[in-house]
């Protein structure tokens, strides 16, 4: 009998707040509206939206939040009661920090976390072995410079610096008995991001944002348990090492001011989950490698959103976000489950200057997913409850 690990078991996204196991929501002002953030955001999470709108800070901002994220994910086989993940906060935080010494350029840094997931499905899952409990998490460092070109365009551009972690524990079947595996391992892998923000009327803006894509190399130990004697020459404490390809993305949006305390904002961005079209970890010892298909595609995420100033100090904000799954039907297994997510946004903050605090909430529904995969087929539900809250500073 041939037992192996599927990397695919590390991703598992039970948490993630977007499509996938990306994570989208590192400005609570951004949240509420949605994510449309692209074309109109001008303070320091600029770096994450679009890095060319650093210039639209004044001296100094500084931005510092965290999301919670309360997921809820069920899993029902034909003919079965439905199985659920055991509830997990994941709390994503995120830094930002821009100067500004000259009136055309802007130096900033942010750190966030925008690919990251933690799963663990209820005692006596019926897919326990192909994944039980698992995490994955991404730091990235983002020094970034922006440049006024022109008064109607801006132009940015950052490096992006990632350190990534997994966490596995999985069991495995040997018919008379259980045993288990526990992974981790950590990596280093490196890219860059672009934008550019154009004023095409007085009104009406455009943005344009570019994150490439991050190869991770992780190096790692495979620790067995309760082990049969007549699997231990196979199945033995080992290294292990996996390739995994962090997405690229390209967003573009529009942002629209019909009075001049309201604005209405659009993003569609793309997300290059084709990458993932196989998974597999490495061992030591090869018999037991066995890369899994998944044939994962490239999505649009489309986001609505707006702000509305009730005061001059305060404003709320509403948006809407469909945000497919890449995950096709005949290779969505437990190890990573996945479905197509609709979000609906609330948001409202406060400026008492030079702070100002701003709280988002967003509700997640996944709809309905029927599973085709061998040997798991089942369906697939949940929602997920995201709350953030972002204070800042700003220094005119």
């Known amino acids: 009998m041939k037992k192996t690990l599927s990397l695919v078991a590390i991703l598992a996204a039970g948490t993630s707040q977007a499509a996938g196991f990306q994570i989208d929501t590192h400005s609570a002002r951004a949240t509420g509206t949605g994510g449309a953030a692209t074309a109109w955001l001008e303070d320091s999470s600029s770096i994450y939206y679009n890095v060319a709108n650093m210039v639209g800070v004044k001296t100094l901002d500084i931005t510092l939040g965290d999301t919670g994220i309360l997921p809820s994910i069920t899993f029902q086989r034909p003919g079965m009661e439905a199985e659920g993940q055991r509830t997990t906060l994941s709390p994503p935080p995120h830094l930002f920090?821009?100067?500004?010494?000259?009136?055309?350029?802007?130096?900033?840094?942010?750190?966030?976390?925008?690919?990251?997931?933690?799963?663990?499905?209820?005692?006596?899952?019926?897919?326990?072995?192909?994944?039980?409990?698992?995490?994955?998490?991404?730091?990235?460092?983002?020094?970034?410079?922006?440049?006024?070109?022109?008064?109607?365009?801006?132009?940015?551009?950052?490096?992006?610096?990632?350190?990534?972690?997994?966490?596995?524990?999985?069991?495995?079947?040997?018919?008379?008995?259980?045993?288990?595996?526990?992974?981790?391992?950590?990596?280093?892998?490196?890219?860059?991001?672009?934008?550019?923000?154009?004023?095409?009327?007085?009104?009406?803006?455009?943005?344009?944002?570019?994150?490439?894509?991050?190869?991770?190399?992780?190096?790692?130990?495979?620790?067995?348990?309760?082990?049969?004697?007549?699997?231990?020459?196979?199945?033995?404490?080992?290294?292990?090492?996996?390739?995994?390809?962090?997405?690229?993305?390209?967003?573009?949006?529009?942002?629209?001011?019909?009075?001049?305390?309201?604005m209405l904002a659009f993003d569609a961005s793309w997300v290059d989950w084709s990458s993932f079209s196989e998974l597999a970890i490495r061992f030591e010892n090869p018999s037991i490698d066995n890369p899994i298909p998944k044939r994962w595609r490239a999505k649009w995420k489309y986001s609505l959103g707006g702000e509305y100033g009730v005061t001059e100090a305060l404003q709320v904000r509403l948006g809407l976000t469909y945000d497919p799954s890449p995950s096709p039907n005949s290779t969505l297994t437990p190890d990573l489950p996945d479905a197509n997510r609709f979000k609906v946004s609330v948001g409202a903050g406060y400026q008492f200057k030079p702070f100002r605090a701003d709280l988002g909430y967003q509700f997640v529904a996944l709809a309905d997913k029927e599973s085709t995969a061998p040997g798991m087929p089942g369906t697939y539900s949940g929602n997920a409850h995201v709350l953030g809250l972002t204070l800042g500073f700003n220094l005119q």
């Open 97 to 262: 920090v821009v100067y500004k010494p000259f009136e055309k350029a802007a130096f900033g840094v942010g750190v966030f976390t925008p690919y990251g997931a933690r799963s663990r499905w209820e005692e006596g899952f019926s897919g326990r072995f192909r994944g039980y409990e698992s995490s994955l998490a991404t730091y990235y460092i983002n020094p970034s410079f922006a440049y006024e070109l022109h008064p109607r365009f801006r132009f940015g551009a950052g490096l992006d610096i990632a350190r990534a972690t997994i966490e596995l524990t999985r069991n495995l079947d040997f018919v008379n008995s259980e045993g288990a595996v526990h992974l981790g391992g950590a990596d280093w892998g490196s890219g860059f991001n672009i934008g550019v923000q154009a004023k095409l009327l007085d009104n009406l803006d455009m943005g344009l944002h570019y994150r490439s894509a991050i190869d991770i190399a992780f190096q790692g130990q495979a620790d067995f348990q309760n082990i049969p004697v007549e699997f231990q020459s196979r199945l033995t404490d080992q290294k292990a090492h996996a390739d995994v390809v962090l997405p690229s993305t390209v967003t573009a949006g529009l942002a629209y001011r019909p009075l001049n305390n309201l």
